[in-house]
């Protein structure tokens, strides 16, 4: 079976753009999860959808935004890009919102000129 | 955001040679993982613990999961230069009704010479 995928996996934008990444959950996961891991440091947790609904946001301006569709891939949103939003954003799926594993994708790498 | 104190922040060892690694936070978790990252990748994970005091092996790979809650560590037998990588410790916190989020430690860079 195949794992989390995520596209694009490089992008550069400037400042005040925005950008939208996408993730493919692991087949029959129903959770996704977002994380922001900027170089040199562990992920920060971003947002967890369950079921098309949002669950959980870490602390992250409302710049950031996130959806889940019924397929259960979902779609971060960045709007107003800063230089500070470059980063890599990983995508973790799992079973359910619970106890369950999250495993993660290869991430987008995004830069922000 | 908050994030976990792990130690060394990086390691320079031999092959063949045994590493430890550990993880403590001021917050408890109920569950804690091991994931390597290498150059280019997300995270992959190793070892999941589940219960407080738990032992767990994964081939050369022994964590152990803090009996107050608050750490954990991660042993690797016999290094080979495959080893190489940084090493991210995660708490998970979860509950009915709320968000599954892993607070993720501060990596351990590990780099195995022949």
């Known amino acids: 079976d195949a794992g989390v995928t995520q596209s694009p996996t490089h992008l550069i934008k400037t400042r005040g753009q925005q950008v939208t990444l996408r993730c493919s959950p692991i087949?029959?996961?129903?959770?996704v999860s977002w994380y922001q891991q900027v170089l040199g440091q562990g992920p920060q947790f971003i947002f967890q959808?369950?079921?098309?609904?949002?669950?959980g946001r870490g602390n992250f301006p409302d710049r950031f935004s996130a959806r889940q569709f019924p397929n259960y891939s979902s779609e971060l949103n960045v709007n107003a890009l800063l230089l500070g939003d470059s980063a890599l954003y990983l995508c973790a799926s799992s079973l359910d919102r619970g106890r369950e594993t999250q495993y993660f994708g290869p991430g987008t790498r995004l830069l922000v000129l | 955001g908050q994030q976990l104190n792990q130690s060394p922040q990086s390691m320079f060892i031999q092959e063949g040679e045994d590493v430890s690694m550990n993880c403590t936070s001021s917050?408890?978790?109920?569950?804690w993982l091991w994931y390597k990252q290498e150059p280019g990748e997300g995270p992959v994970l190793l070892i999941a613990l589940y219960k407080a005091g738990e032992l767990t092996s994964n081939g050369r790979l022994t964590a152990q999961f803090g009996i107050t809650r608050k750490d954990s560590f991660l042993n690797i037998s016999a290094s080979i230069p495959s080893d190489v990588g940084i090493y991210f410790c995660?708490?998970?916190?979860?509950?009915?009704?709320?968000?599954?989020?892993?607070?993720f430690g501060t990596g351990t860079r590990l780099q195995v010479t022949l």
């Open positions: 087949s029959g996961h129903k959770s």
């Open positions: 959808y369950y079921e098309k609904e949002e669950r």
């Open positions: 995660a708490g998970q916190l979860w509950d009915t009704g709320t968000a599954s989020k892993l607070t």
């Open positions: 917050s408890i978790f109920n569950t």
